[in-house]
């Protein structure tokens, strides 16, 4: 039996290349970088603003994800490679992990096995201070907000119409929900607060949108902090707080470079969560990439309904991107898993179930056809357990609807284990695309919800709670109708049910609440039970996380 190695220990053995060497490959010069070490790099934003975009850009994303796990970052890097060794410049852009999945479940956001960018343990960690830069920009506008209602309140903030939370990067259930101001006058005023995780910031969704320095500033002065005592929105601008908010990210704005084990470049830059943000790494990332690159490989988060819909709809709009091909990543036992199986009973064949979890990868690969117009292959993560049968039955019902499947193998050898797909991914790059929206901008917030509610969910429709539709004609009022609708789901299903597995029928959408990031330039529409600041489960992964005597970290994944 082969030795078995985890991730870290196979990427702990790579032998990185300098990373001046890493952007040679895509023509950049050691005056375009910052040095962060020997492996990574920031690029100048400012030396490469009047390059064109050159790339096709590939997206990759998934069915919903399942406790059996997709693989979709693992095949993004694996894809990249796959198309290096077939002579393609090509070029990652990933979104940056947070510290809570990290230290709490999910584990680490680098890929896996052999199919992984490096160096991995600063990746999953502090990598290069952007998260604590981002964090830090959001507690200055907390800070500034409560000290301006303590020194007189001029502009006659409610305390009670407050929105803007305090944020940390950790899972910490603990700081959800808090009381502070506490200990007497000169101590602040007592308020009801809560923080929120550093990914779900709109200071983050912010950066990952921002084209460039003075646009992030003239975002980050729009966010809505609160209401006045006659219901009037009070920004960051009207506390004067932009300047120095920008002056803390200024730095963290230029993406970061690092490497694959195949040492093809990647830029992992920023990273806001898919199921209450737009979920995909920074704009500036994926702008330099393709600048430099002549293939770009991003993903985006949780499965097609929640990251490639934001991906196309709300990041696409705004950046003027128009993607070439799409890769929906799957695995055999995440598709019996949505045909019934228990997790422990995932390694057996089992024909029925798996026919029985089709219709989540198929809804997934017609949305992508019907609904945005891209050409798409499907993408199966290989397992040892998966049998011929079980993968014949998966290319047989994809190729029903005129999609080829690829065996990506990516996990356990690399960029050889993904010729298939690259080779696939090449062919639909050169044919003809529709890229569309799923709805036009010019719509009212009510129908853009209902028609990403219909056609990319397939619900029969929407019910807006009486606090929703107060807060629909509020937005609309206050000059927000003309925003994009960035929908606030569960990752689990296509509706906002989490249990309903599977292409679930007969359902609608139910909206709760409605909520403006003015800075990000869209509407939250919030659905189901959302958690913006999530929790540790009973066994956390940091319990395994240690530092041996010379310095190497253990147990990271």
Request: aromatic share 6%.
């Amino acid at each position: 039996m082969a030795e078995y190695k985890t991730d870290i220990e196979i990427a702990q053995e790579a032998e990185m290349w300098h990373i001046s060497k890493i952007a040679e490959k895509v023509g950049l010069s050691e005056e375009q970088l910052d040095y962060y070490g020997k492996y990574k790099a920031k690029v100048d934003i400012h030396a490469l603003r009047d390059m064109p975009r050159k790339a096709k850009l590939v997206l990759v994303t998934a069915i919903n994800p399942t406790p059996a796990g997709e693989g979709k970052t693992t095949t993004s890097v694996g894809l990249a490679d796959a198309l290096s060794r077939l002579g393609k410049k090509a070029v990652l852009a990933l979104r940056e992990p947070s510290l809570g999945p990290v230290f709490g479940v999910k584990g680490g956001a680098a890929g896996g096995g052999y199919a992984q960018v490096v160096p991995m343990e600063d990746i999953n960690l502090h990598f290069t201070g952007d998260f604590h830069a981002i964090g830090a920009a959001n507690n200055l506008l907390a800070a500034m907000l409560d000290n301006h209602i303590q020194q007189g309140n001029a502009l006659g903030i409610d305390p009670k119409q407050i929105v803007w939370k305090r944020a940390v990067d950790m899972n910490d259930r603990q700081l959800r929900h808090i009381v502070d101001g506490l200990g007497g006058k000169a101590q602040g005023v007592p308020r009801e607060d809560g923080f929120d995780i550093t990914v779900a910031s709109e200071v983050m969704a912010c950066f990952c949108l921002a084209t460039s320095i003075a646009d992030l500033k003239a975002r980050l002065g729009r966010i809505v902090v609160g209401y006045t005592f006659d219901r009037k929105p009070v920004t960051a601008h009207d506390l004067k707080a932009e300047g120095a908010m920008t002056a803390l990210l200024k730095d963290a704005i230029s993406p970061n470079l690092v490497q694959t084990l195949e040492h093809t470049p990647a830029f992992v830059h920023g990273g806001p969560f898919a199921n209450i943000a737009h979920g995909c790494n920074s704009v500036m990332a994926t702008d330099v990439a393709m600048k430099l690159g002549d293939y770009v490989v991003t993903e985006a988060g949780f499965g097609a309904d929640l990251g490639a819909e934001k991906f196309c709809d709300i990041k696409c709009r705004m950046a003027g991107l128009t993607p070439n091909a799409c890769v929906v990543v799957a695995t055999v036992r995440a598709l019996k898993h949505n045909g019934g199986v228990p997790k422990a009973e995932l390694s057996e064949e089992n024909l029925e179930a798996l026919e029985a979890g089709m219709p989540n990868l198929l809804r997934h690969v017609s949305n992508i056809k019907g609904v945005w117009g891209l050409p798409v292959v499907v993408a199966i993560n290989a397992f040892p357990t998966d049998t011929p049968a079980e993968l014949a039955l998966v290319e047989q019902r994809c190729n029903e609807l005129g999609v080829n499947v690829a065996l990506s193998e990516v996990w356990a050898k690399g960029g050889e284990g993904g010729l298939a797909l690259a080779e696939e991914v090449l062919r639909l790059c050169d044919e003809p695309s529709d890229f569309r929206f799923a709805y036009e901008l010019d719509e009212p917030l009510a129908k853009k919800v209902e028609d990403i509610a219909t056609r990319v969910y397939h619900a029969d429709g929407v019910d807006f709670a009486p606090k929703a539709a107060r807060m629909l004609r509020q937005l609309e009022e206050q000059g927000f109708g003309g925003l994009p609708v960035c929908m606030a789901k569960t990752q689990y299903s296509f509706s906002d049910d989490p249990k309903l597995l599977g292409a679930p029928e007969g359902f609608r959408i139910t909206v709760r609440d409605l909520r403006v990031s003015a800075g990000a330039g869209f509407v939250v529409a919030l659905t189901g039970d959302i958690m913006t600041m999530p929790g540790l489960p009973r066994v956390p992964a940091a319990e395994k996380i240690d530092v041996t005597p010379d310095g190497h970290i253990t147990g990271l994944f």
